[in-house]
């Protein structure tokens, strides 16, 4: 019986939000890698890719989140990734890797994002007036 396909938008995407984009994302790309993306994965970063697709043993991410081979255990601080995500991480890769084509990297929302300064203006409505008979002059 053949696994059930990991979906990357729902299952993958979250893990790596979570876990990976504080030190591999839009603002800081440790090591050159940033993981927002499928494609980014496959490119990788100073060490290579990041992922095979097809082959988890000789991917770089789940050697990292796993603590195996030469890299250090990623995330290198508590809480670790669970054997659930550390499996459908693994799913993912065996089964290719698959990703949406049009795939967009994460854009950061970090504190300076919601600074007023970084906001657009916005024309407030204007008021109602209502006809006023003293107004008038004859």
Request: neutral net charge.
């Amino acid at each position: 019986m053949a696994a059930e396909p990991v979906d990357y938008v729902r299952d993958i995407k979250p893990i790596l939000a979570k876990n990976c984009y504080e030190c591999h994302g839009p603002q800081k790309q440790r090591s050159g890698l940033r993981v927002d993306t499928a494609a980014t994965l496959l490119q990788g970063g100073d060490s290579g890719p990041a992922i095979v697709p097809g082959k988890s043993g000789e991917s770089r991410l789940i050697q990292a989140v796993t603590g195996t081979g030469d890299i250090q255990r990623m995330p290198p601080r508590e809480p670790r990734l669970s054997a659930d995500q550390i499996t459908a991480l693994k799913a993912w890769i065996d089964q290719g890797a698959p990703a949406p084509a049009a795939e967009q990297p994460h854009k950061s929302l970090g504190r300076e994002a919601k600074h007023w300064a970084f906001q657009s203006p916005v024309r407030p409505a204007l008021p109602a007036v209502q006809h006023a008979d003293w107004l008038q002059s004859d």
